[in-house]
């Protein structure tokens, strides 16, 4: 049982590059999210997704976009990173308003 | 304001002793509230979820809810070092969104001594 898996663990960018963090869970929940983690900051929420086919802003929306591609899988797209968007990135999913489960998170530095 | 308010600490306490963490939020729509510890280098793990005014117990943690103070709790009994860890609240409400968001404090740092 995988719970949620997020991929990849470690990312290093250059300023102005792109890329996707995926994240699939197969508990069958129909809520997913993606936070960012900073010193000192707790969890920020960028994204949500009620259920598939919605998302909807979080905290800290602004630089990120995500796609619920289906009902296991929410991604999450840097267009153009910044330094600003080092941080470490954690999905999560529930089932309605229940408990929310996390992935294992992904360090992404951004140089 | 921070809609999650917590002292980010850190709290000392030692070995054996009554650990106790607060958290207050904004949004007094809010229905859930949980308690997530977190491991240096890992993901947030839930210690307890609490729904209704008063007190909910589970082995040596007890969460405590006040809607009406729009306040939470967590108190840990005969605290362990193996309990140092940051300790999160998160609250499910609407922030001025159409749908529920889990949002979360800042965390407290717990430090037990040994």
């Known amino acids: 049982n995988a719970g949620v898996t997020q991929t990849p663990k470690f990312q290093v960018l250059k300023t102005g590059q792109s890329m996707t963090l995926q994240c699939a869970q197969d508990m069958n929940h129909n809520s997913m999210y993606w936070y960012r983690q900073d010193p000192g900051m707790g969890l920020r929420l960028i994204y949500y997704?009620?259920?598939?086919?919605?998302?909807d802003k979080g905290e800290v929306p602004n630089g990120y976009n995500v796609s619920r591609l289906n009902k296991r899988e929410f991604s999450l797209r840097l267009e153009s990173a910044a330094p600003s968007q080092t941080s470490v990135y954690f999905c999560?999913?529930?089932?309605?308003?229940?408990?929310?489960?996390f992935g294992q998170g992904t360090r992404l530095t951004v140089v | 304001q921070k809609e999650v308010e917590q002292n980010s600490g850190p709290l000392s306490v030692p070995e054996g002793a009554i650990a106790s963490l607060n958290c207050t939020y904004s949004d007094r729509g809010s229905q859930s509230f949980f308690w997530y510890r977190q491991y240096s280098g890992k993901s947030p793990e839930l210690i307890m979820f609490i729904y209704s005014n008063g007190d909910k117990e589970d082995g040596r943690f007890t969460a405590q809810l006040n809607k009406a103070s729009q306040y939470v709790s967590l108190l840990i009994r005969d605290s362990q070092p193996s309990d140092s860890a940051t300790y999160l609240c998160a609250v499910r409400g609407l922030y001025g969104g159409a749908t529920n968001k889990l949002i979360f404090g800042t965390g407290t740092l717990l430090a037990v001594q040994p």
């Open positions: 999560a999913s529930s089932l309605g308003d229940s408990t929310a489960f």
């Open positions: 997704s009620a259920s598939e086919g919605t998302t």
